[in-house]
């Protein structure tokens, strides 16, 4: 009776189980001959089916004979000491608001010692309270329902890990003083263990029970609350999720080490521009991306700049990554417009892996023209802000990702002048999963607007105000150019000068008399005046031969470099090539190629071509 009374409030499946233990003390059994076997059982034939006569109810029929068994076997009369007892889960009962001890299993003591019964769990079982439970069990007291702590590390006799559901059970009162145990009958004065439907064999009394089981009717009838502990030993899931948890660091070690190998060590500084560029991986447990960035120097003082994002993670899209940006530095080097660049980086994209997705935006920028020159294969609009605080997004046109093959992408322009800023960057900056990510740009433009500083500190400033932590669940990188208004001295530096050329035999003289005026003017040492004035000449020259009108020579100095370039309207672009003894031309590009420090050709957007030369001024 006191085992079904503990039992009446515990979880489903142990309350069955309980219920079914109560039933069978309960039951008459019936009586078995050949000593207490069934002879069915024993697939022996009895009188009756001697006879012909059908068989008794309940008696096995022909499945005996074919060997299956005849009775299925049950938890019948088996006490609770022999279930929790031979669990190997740690299993304690406790009762009332102390939490006193009422039973410990085998598996309990094994690992943290036998404990005194009726004892506080607080003073007893120090292990729970270096687990964290006894709040747990506070709770449970309370609420009356489970609650369950997962992984906590036990240190014992057997270290490893286990999770502890901890249940609501009621339990039968203590039972009062009775007479004087008779020999053979437990005694009644015992603590309120945990009881059993029947006496337990002596060897199921080890030393996991707390005490002998109660005896006698209680004065009481009200049932005790307690809380039955339940700890299921996962070391080796935890193991596991370890061994993988480390090897998935291992992987996004290797990731981000080749990502941050192919994205540029050090971005190139052009002479007109500030520019400065930051990339944050996603948190520890986000696989590394494919965000990149890169800066190029294109010549005749012209940069361009690139922000991409290849969709995925892992070591796959950092591999697509590189490779993306390995040819756009070489498309780059071909000086196209930034559609073409973008045209020819769609067509690659496919070749990788048709399957990768993505988004790229190219942007040149041209100091001659104070503008930026951009195209956009879907990717966020470039953000300028100009000198008077207002920030624009850069319009269409934009295009589909890369990859996709069947699309003509188109360039657009954006006023980009002295004392203009700008910022290039990935989703990752301003999407959120709870957010339109047009909600993202418009409040970078808010924290754009008001961004002071060097490109890096915009950077930085940039990243901390949009909410970017170390556990941010998305690559980001971000890429920032400035261009100074320069003043004072710094405006002595700069310079740009034009002559427009009308053709005809007059017009070689008049280049080469500007640009030794422009060139004296500017206080070039002779050595160089000379040089400048030889390169201008050839370039005239060949553009008088084999360009046509309109043509223009412009001059151009910064802090380190002299810019000589002359355009046409003629679309074919000068070669290089090796002039006879005997030929009478064909030896002024090479006579360029040799004094200057580099040289190139491009065509220009009004359908014409620019030559161009550079020299490297000496430091100081």
């Known amino acids: ?42 697939g022996e034939r009895s009188d009756a089916a001697d006879r012909g006569e059908p068989p008794p109810p309940g008696a096995a029929g022909p499945g005996a004979e074919e060997g299956l068994p005849a009775a299925v076997p049950t938890l019948d009369g088996l006490s609770v000491h022999d279930v929790l007892g031979q669990v190997p889960a740690l299993v304690a009962v406790v009762y009332g608001p102390d939490h006193r001890v009422a039973y410990l299993n085998d598996s309990y003591t094994a690992i943290f010692g036998a404990r005194t019964p009726g004892s506080s769990a607080r003073q007893s079982l120090p292990e729970l309270r270096e687990l964290g439970l006894l709040p747990l069990m506070d709770q449970v007291l309370r609420s009356g329902r489970p609650r369950t702590v997962k992984s906590r590390r036990v240190s014992g ?29 437990p005694d009644p004065a015992g603590p309120p263990d945990v009881p059993a439907a029947a006496d337990p064999p002596a060897a199921a009394a080890g030393p996991s029970a707390a005490g002998p089981p109660s005896a006698g009717p209680p004065a009481d009838e009200t049932p005790l609350r307690g809380v039955l502990v339940f700890g299921a030993d ?35 500084q052009p002479d007109d521009l500030r520019v400065a560029a930051t990339y944050q991986p996603g948190g520890t447990d986000a696989a590394v991306g494919g965000d990149w960035y890169d800066v190029i120097t294109l010549g005749a003082g012209r940069t361009a700049l690139v922000i991409g994002d290849v969709m995925g993670r892992g070591v796959r899209a950092a591999a697509v990554m590189g490779q993306l940006r390995t040819a756009v530095r070489a498309y780059a080097r071909l000086d196209l417009p930034p559609h073409e660049v973008l045209q020819l980086l769609d067509g690659l994209a496919a070749e990788i892996d048709a399957s990768q997705i993505a988004t790229c935006v190219y942007a040149v920028h041209d100091p001659n023209e104070n503008r930026l020159v951009y195209a956009s294969a ?48 990935t989703d990752g900056l301003v999407e959120r999963r709870d957010k339109d990510i047009y909600e993202g740009v418009a409040a970078l433009e808010r924290v754009f607007a008001g961004a002071t500083g060097t490109p890096q500190v915009m950077c930085d400033r940039l990243i901390r105000a949009l909410g970017i932590t170390a556990e941010h669940d998305d690559d980001v990188a971000v890429l920032v150019l400035q261009h100074p208004a320069r003043t004072g001295h710094d405006a002595e530096l700069f310079h740009n000068a034009a002559l427009e050329l009308l053709g005809g035999v007059e017009a070689a003289p008049r280049a080469r008399a500007f640009a030794s005026g ?8 002779m050595e160089l005046r000379d040089l400048g004035v030889l390169a201008a000449s050839e370039l005239v020259a060949n553009s008088l031969q084999h360009g046509v009108p309109p043509m223009r020579l412009r001059l151009r100095r910064t802090d380190r470099r002299l810019i000589i370039e002359v355009t046409d309207g003629d679309e074919h672009l000068p070669r290089r090539r090796r002039a006879e003894p005997v030929d009478e031309a064909g030896r002024g590009i090479s006579i360029v190629a040799t004094i200057a420090s580099s040289w190139g050709s491009r065509r220009t957007p009004d359908g014409g071509k620019a030559v161009w030369c550079e020299f490297a001024l000496p430091a100081g």
């Not at 061994?243 to 291992?250: H, K, P, Q, T, V």
């Not at 422009?518 to 040492?525: E, K, N, Q, Y």
Request: proline share 12%; aromatic share 6%.
């Open 378 to 425: 879907g990717h966020l609009p470039i953000l300028v802000r100009d000198p008077d605080g207002t920030v624009r997004r850069a319009a269409d046109p934009t295009g589909p990702p890369l990859g996709t093959g069947v699309w003509l992408h188109t360039s657009g322009s954006i006023p980009f002048g002295p004392g203009s800023s700008a910022v290039l960057y």
């Open 518 to 525: 422009v060139l004296a003017s500017w206080r070039f040492p």
């Open 234 to 268: 996962v070391t080796d899931q935890v193991e596991a999720a370890e061994r993988l948890r480390a090897s998935e660091r291992l992987q996004r070690r290797a990731a981000v080490t080749l990502q941050r190998s192919l994205l540029p060590q050090e971005l190139e």
């Open 157 to 185: 006799a057997r270290h490893g890990y286990y999770t502890f559901t901890c249940s609501p059970i009621e339990m039968a009162p203590p039972a009062q003083p009775g007479p004087a145990p008779q020999p053979g009958m």
């Open 1 to 42: 009776m006191n085992f079904t009374r503990w039992s009446a409030r515990l979880p489903r499946t142990q309350r069955r189980t309980a219920a079914r233990a109560d039933r069978a003390s309960r039951r008459p059994q019936p009586a078995a001959a050949g000593g207490g076997s069934v002879p069915a059982a024993r």
